[in-house]
């Protein structure tokens, strides 16, 4: 028999044991959390530096320990939003069941601005007011200040907000991007803050070059008043004829979608025969996804006669564009609003006065929308099933097509279709809705589903989708620069 000292001996040891234990089981919980939070902190810097592929290697050693951290999935929520990836409404909903407001909040909003719903207004007045310290939020309040054309003011603070946000380039990238409509020098600036912080050249390095060139050229314009451009289809799209000095000519498509308000010339012979001078080679400084390979980019700058520039600069290069010579940006053509009415087919640059004139005559039969610039896209508030939403105008696209980060919030039921791409039948979702812009109602049969986010530059500015050229063929259309509006006649 056990006498009570032996008993309470053994007792002691077995305390020991299990005091032991939990310490050890402590340590671990300790180093493994440490580890995590380690993991974490080297996520948040690779994002930081726009190295995503790094930052995703680092959550899924995350995900080994804890699936369901909410810093992790806040984290996976940023990066798949920021790429336009399906994946984030999935990992939204974890969020949501986190139990972390907070990131939960902060995701909602950035989602409601990045498809350009027009409820993020009110959401970032609520959110502002609960998380008056959260730095993605006073992000997503710095981009629509820029959106509303606050330039200077979001110059002066984008070093803070930087410092704020988990991407911690994006503030300067948004500004290197707006900057080609306000100041070459600026773009170029700002470039080189991007690079600087990722590391690395970035896709706009490329232009370093010719913004150079650009902010050393004086662009004179001649036209007069009123100048009519022959008109010219461009498959479903429209456009015109540019004339240069020696009498050579150019079919050009309209096209909101090119970028960086440049002029493109898509086959080499033609853009080396237009007189002028070239100022600039890129070796491969050129892909579209229907180029096997990207091409040698040229700069030429020329002199035209119709409409009449001297030291316009365009990029030319060989391709397979079968719809015309090449497409520009409306924003080529400074100090006039271009007004394309395929209906007539007429095309015609106004000066301020024209334009005053033109809209003050049809005042009972237009529609003005004011439109947002991005980099010279141009985004313009419409309906969507009576949500209201931001589209980007693409005139060198087809019809009505929207991403999938924005059905559920429009009330879209996609369905699945086949479209012919280059001989193949392809399957694609497909949805119909009723699209309102102001009073004019569109009847959408067929709109194109796709995870393409249509004016993602990198910087959680987007849209619901864009609006092509098989809707603007029902109205003669004016792009007003002087009061940054499209006016609509209707027919």
């Excluded at 730095?135 to 803070?160: P, R, T």
């Excluded at 080609?180 to 490329?206: H, L, P």
């Excluded at 229907?290 to 030429?300: R, S, T």
């Excluded at 796709?450 to 910087?459: A, I, K, P």
Aim: charge should be negative; include cysteine; proline fraction near 3%.
């Amino acid at each position: 028999m056990k006498t009570t000292c032996e008993l309470k001996n053994r007792f002691r040891g077995i305390k020991k044991v299990l005091l032991s234990i939990i310490i050890c089981s402590l340590a671990l919980v300790s180093y493994g959390q440490k580890n995590v939070d380690s993991l974490l902190r080297l996520t948040r810097n690779e994002i930081g530096k726009f190295s995503f592929r790094n930052a995703e290697n680092y959550l899924q050693e995350v995900e080994k320990t804890d699936s369901l951290h909410p810093e992790l999935l806040y984290l996976y929520c940023e990066m798949k939003l920021l790429l336009g990836n399906d994946e984030f409404m999935v990992y939204m909903e974890k969020l949501r069941n986190s139990g972390v407001s907070e990131y939960y909040h902060v995701m909602k909003l950035k989602h409601a601005h990045f498809i350009g719903l027009a409820e993020y207004e009110s959401l970032l007045e609520k959110y502002l007011a609960y998380y008056p310290d959260n730095g993605e939020i006073k992000f997503v309040q710095w981009l629509s200040e820029l959106d509303k054309g606050n330039y200077e003011m979001c110059m002066q603070s984008a070093y803070g907000i930087s410092e704020e946000t988990v991407f911690k380039f994006a503030p300067y990238l948004a500004l290197f991007n707006i900057s080609w409509d306000k100041n070459y020098k600026n773009a170029v600036a700002y470039m080189d803050t991007v690079e600087q912080i990722i590391g690395r050249e970035f896709y706009g390095s490329g232009y370093r070059e010719i913004l150079k060139i650009l902010s050393d050229t004086e662009l004179k314009d001649f036209n007069d008043g009123l100048t009519e451009l022959p008109f010219a289809w461009c498959g479903p799209g429209m456009g015109f004829y540019m004339i240069d000095e020696k009498g050579d000519s150019l079919k050009i498509e309209l096209d909101t979608g090119t970028g960086f308000n440049l002029m493109t010339v898509h086959d080499k012979s033609l853009g080396k025969n237009i007189s002028g001078t070239d100022v600039l080679v890129l070796e491969k400084g050129i892909s579209y996804n229907y180029m096997d390979k990207p091409a040698d980019l040229y700069y030429k700058k020329s002199n035209f006669s119709v409409p009449a520039y001297e030291n316009l600069i365009f990029g030319y290069f060989d391709s397979q564009f079968f719809k015309a010579d090449g497409c520009t940006s409306p924003f080529v053509f400074k100090n006039s609003a271009l007004h394309i009415d395929p209906i007539n087919e007429k095309v015609y640059l106004m000066d301020r006065q024209n334009l005053d004139r033109y809209i003050k005559e049809n005042k009972d039969k237009i529609e003005k929308v004011p439109y947002i610039v991005r980099n010279g896209w141009i985004f313009i508030p419409c309906k969507i099933n009576g949500t209201e939403t931001l589209m980007q105008l693409e005139t060198g696209s087809r019809d009505v097509n929207f991403n999938t980060l924005s059905l559920e919030a429009l009330g879209l039921e996609s369905y699945a279709c086949s479209i012919e791409w280059n001989g193949q039948d392809f399957p694609i979702d497909k949805v119909d809705c009723t699209l309102e812009i102001g009073r004019i109602k569109y009847e959408v049969n067929g709109g194109l589903v796709t995870d393409r986010v249509y004016g993602n530059l990198l910087y959680g500015l987007a849209s619901s989708g864009d609006i092509g050229p098989l809707f603007m063929q029902n109205f003669a259309f004016t792009i007003d620069m002087f009061n940054q509006q499209i006016v609509f006649e209707k027919n």
